[in-house]
C-alpha cells in the first residue's frame, strides 16, 4: 500500500470528501489528490496534519507506504532499533539482559502513550480552530 493508498482508505472510512480534508489542512483540493494518486510526496508537516484530521499517527502513515517497519507493540523492538536508549541501557546494565528488555519495554510503552496524548492534544487544538 502506498502512502496516497493510506491517505484515500482512512479519508474514505471517515467519510470525507478531499475538499473537506484540504480544508481541514488548508491545501488546495487539487493536492489532496495528487497525493492520494501518488504524484505528489507530501511534507513532514502535511503528514502529520493528514494524520491528525484522519486519527492516526505519523507513523501508520509512514509504515503503510513502506518508509518505516509496520507499528509494533512494547516489547517487540530490538534494542537495537532504539539505539540512543538502547546503548545507554547496555552500558548501564551489561550482562543483565532481562533487565535491559524490562527497561527497554517501559520505555516503549512510555512513548507510545506520549504518542497518543500527543494526538489527543493535537485533536482538540484541531476541534478548537474550527
Known amino acids: 500500500m502506498t502512502l496516497g493508498q493510506r491517505v484515500k482508505q482512512l479519508r474514505e472510512s471517515i467519510p470525507m470528501s478531499q475538499s473537506d480534508l484540504a480544508k481541514a489542512i488548508n491545501v488546495a483540493p487539487s493536492y489532496i489528490g495528487h497525493i492520494e494518486s501518488d504524484r505528489r510526496r507530501p511534507s513532514r508537516d502535511i503528514i502529520k496534519q493528514l494524520a491528525g484530521v484522519l486519527g492516526t499517527s505519523v507513523q501508520d502513515l509512514l509504515a503503510a507506504a513502506g518508509y518505516l517497519p509496520p507499528p ?3 516489547g517487540e523492538y530490538a534494542p537495537e532499533e532504539l539505539p540512543d536508549f538502547s546503548i545507554y541501557v547496555s552500558r548501564k546494565f551489561h550482562g543483565n539482559k532481562k ?12 512513548r507510545s502513550i506520549e504518542e497518543e496524548q500527543e494526538e489527543k492534544r493535537r485533536r482538540r487544538r484541531g476541534e478548537t480552530e474550527e
Not at 524490562?102 to 520505555?107: F, N, P
Open 99 to 110: 533487565l535491559q528488555k524490562a527497561l527497554i519495554s517501559a520505555y516503549e510503552a512510555i
Open 72 to 74: 509494533r507493540k512494547p
